[in-house]
């Protein structure tokens, strides 16, 4: 059985930093784009990071720029997301995905989310002092 674990979030006081990780069980990370999506009370699912299968480019959305770095361990089949001087509007719950295609974190449609090949289950960030 295919799976996405995601874990890493917390409660950090703003201004911390937390690394979220995704760790991939029966399918090999490295052969996938990874992504990382996030979804706050009352809000859209919005992109965060992704980063790409073919040389491991990263990108980032404005909510990431500056702050936020994804990477990959290839040994441990797990993408991370770390996650810096985070802030009060940066709690959400953090879903990562995985495709054999270029991630768009720009797309905020349920067509697209459906067609993603795997989601994670998500993981709670809560940034609050």
């Known amino acids: 059985e295919v799976q996405l674990q995601a874990s890493g979030g917390g409660l950090v006081q703003p201004g911390g930093s937390l690394r979220l990780s995704c760790t991939g069980s029966?399918?090999?990370?490295?052969?996938?784009?990874v992504g990382w999506w996030r979804q706050a009370p009352g809000k859209e699912r919005e992109g965060v990071s992704k980063?790409?299968?073919?040389?491991?480019?990263?990108g980032y959305t404005d909510v990431a720029k500056g702050r936020f770095t994804i990477s990959r361990d290839k040994a441990k089949n797990t993408v991370y997301l770390q996650m810096n001087d985070l802030k009060p509007e940066d709690t959400a719950v953090y879903y990562c995905a995985a495709d054999r295609s270029t991630l768009l974190l720009e797309v905020r449609t349920r067509q697209y989310f459906d067609a993603v090949d795997f989601w994670g289950q998500g993981t709670l960030v809560t940034v609050s002092s």
């Open positions: 029966g399918l090999i990370l490295d052969n996938y784009s």
């Open positions: 980063i790409d299968f073919t040389d491991s480019s990263a």
